[in-house]
C-alpha cells in the first residue's frame, strides 16, 4: 500500500506537471521573483496596521495548505450532515432534548418525535437544534446556555447516535472538502477500536486492578499491573478478532480515498474519562491496530483534560503509554496535552501536563499545549519540544473552549522559541471554520512572515505520521502547488494594482 502511493504520487508529479506550471507571457518566468511578488502582496494586506481579512480570506484559501493533523472525524462533519443522515435512517428527533431517537427508541413523557423534515420546517427548532449540535450562534444569544467549553464537548452527545452510521460517505465528504480548500492529507481521529474491557475481566477482578493502577507510585509498579491486564486481553481470541474487525472497517471505508491529490490517514485512541482498565483497552488496541495496518498511523487520548477523572488519573495514563512504547516502539504518540487555562483547574494541574506528555509518553506531537507558561520546567521543556517534538495550534477551538486568544495565546512563546508548530483545525464541523480561516486567524492576529507561514505548511508533512517516502512524495507535490499559487498571486496583485 505504501510503496503503491508512493509510485502513484511520483507518477503525477513526472508526467503532465510542466504544461500545469508554465508562466504565461505576462508574469514574470522567475519563480524566484513569483516568491518575492507574493510575499509582498501578502504583506500588502497589512498596509494601514488593519489587516485586510477579505484578502486574506481570498490568500489563504487558495495557498495549498500541506495537512491538517489536529483532526477529529465526528467532529468534522457539519450538523446539517448529521440531519441528512438521521433522515436516511427514517429517525426521529425529540423536540424537548434536540436528540436523536432511533427506531424502536422512545422519547420522554410530554416530548414529541419528529422527522427531520418536521424539524426544517419549524426555523426556530432547528436553529436551535444547531447551537447544541454546534458551536453556531453561541455568542448571539442571551438564553441561558452552558460554559462554552461544555457546550463544545456535549455536541458530540447529540449527534453521536448517527456519527458512525455512513462512515464511507462522512470521509468522501471531507476528501472533497480538502480538494476545494487545497488541502493535501489528512490525518483524522476516527474512532475508539471499540473493545469494551469489562467483558474480559469480572466485577470484582476489574476493580481491584483500577485501584493497583491508580495506587501505583511508580513506572514498575504499573508496568506490573498492566502486564497481568495484557495477558488477559492478548490471550483471548475475541480481543484479537476485534482489533482485526476494526482494521478491516478502517480499510473498508477507506477504499477510493487515495489518489493523486490526496491522502488520508487515520488515529485511534483512548478516551481519558473512562475507567483505567477502559483506557489501556482503548490503548492496547489501539497499538495493536497500529501494528497490523499501514493506515492506522497513530494512537491519541481525547476528551476534556479538565475533567475530574482525566485529572486524578493524568500520570497514569502517562504511564500506560510508556508502557506500551516499551511493547511497541514503532507505532506513533501523539496526545492531547495542556488544553488547559488559568482558572479551569487548580494551579497544581497546569504545571506538568505537556512536560509528561513528553517525559513519560515520549509524545511526538502535542495537541494544543495551551498551559505551557505555568508549567513548572517550562524552560527545559521548550528546549525539548524544539528538538523533539511538534505542537498541533488549535486557534479557534483555543478561543472557543479555553478563552485563550490574541496575546494570550502560547503560539508567540513557540514561535519565537523555534519549535516546529502545525496549524490545524481540531472539530471544523463544531467549530463551523476550515484551515483556510485558521491561517487567516494567524496572519490577522500574530503577522507571521510568508516565509514562515510556509514553514508551517511543509511542517504538516513534516511531522506526519506518514512514512519517509510518502512524505517525500507529499512534499513534491507542495512544491509544485506552490508554484502555481505563487504565479496566481503575483498575477493578482499585478492586477489590483493597475
Known sequence: MKKQLSVILLAVLLSGCASLIAPHADILPNGADNLSITSKFYESMFDGGNPNVAKLNLFFTKMPKGGDLHHHYSGTIYAETYLDWVAKKDWRIDTCTLRIVAAGERTGEGCDLITVQQLLADDTLYRKLLTLWSDKDYQNHSHDQPPPDSNFFNTFGYFGAVSDEYTDVGLNILKERALKENVLYIETMLSRVGVRGADYF????????????????????????????????????????????????????????????????????????????????????????????????????????????????????????????????????????????????????????????????????????????????????????????????????????????????????????????????DDSGVSRNNLANEYVLLASRYHPSYARIKKYVYNSIQYSFLEPADKASLKNLLDKRFVIFEREMTNLYGNLRK
Open 202 to 425: 469480572d466485577g470484582d477482578t476489574a476493580k481491584t486492578l483500577s485501584q493497583l493502577l491508580r495506587k501505583a507510585q511508580s513506572q514498575e509498579e504499573t508496568d506490573t499491573v498492566l502486564d497481568r491486564i495484557t495477558s488477559a486481553l492478548v490471550g483471548d481470541k475475541r480481543f484479537i478478532s476485534s482489533v482485526n474487525e476494526f482494521i478491516a472497517m478502517v480499510e473498508n471505508n477507506h477504499c477510493g480515498i487515495d489518489d493523486n491529490d490526496f491522502v488520508m490517514r487515520y488515529q485511534t485512541y483512548a478516551v481519558r474519562v473512562l475507567d483505567p482498565i477502559q483506557v489501556f483497552t482503548d490503548l492496547l488496541a489501539g497499538y495493536l491496530a497500529a501494528e497490523k495496518s499501514p493506515l492506522i498511523v497513530g494512537v491519541n487520548i481525547v476528551a476534556p483534560e479538565n475533567n475530574g477523572v482525566a485529572l486524578a488519573d493524568y500520570t497514569l495514563h502517562m504511564r500506560m503509554y510508556r508502557y506500551l512504547l516499551g511493547k511497541y516502539p514503532h507505532v506513533n504518540r501523539a496526545l492531547h496535552a495542556g488544553e488547559l487555562a488559568l482558572g479551569m483547574v487548580r494551579p497544581k494541574d497546569l504545571t506538568f501536563h505537556i512536560q509528561q506528555a513528553r517525559d513519560i509518553a515520549q509524545a511526538q506531537r502535542i495537541g494544543h499545549g495551551i498551559d505551557l507558561p505555568y508549567e513548572q520546567h517550562c524552560l527545559e521543556l521548550l528546549k525539548d519540544l524544539k528538538d523533539n517534538a511538534a505542537v498541533e495550534i488549535n486557534l479557534t477551538s483555543n478561543e472557543f473552549i479555553l478563552g485563550v486568544e490574541g496575546n494570550e495565546h502560547p503560539y508567540l512563546i513557540y514561535s519565537s522559541y523555534g519549535v516546529p508548530l502545525v496549524i490545524a483545525t
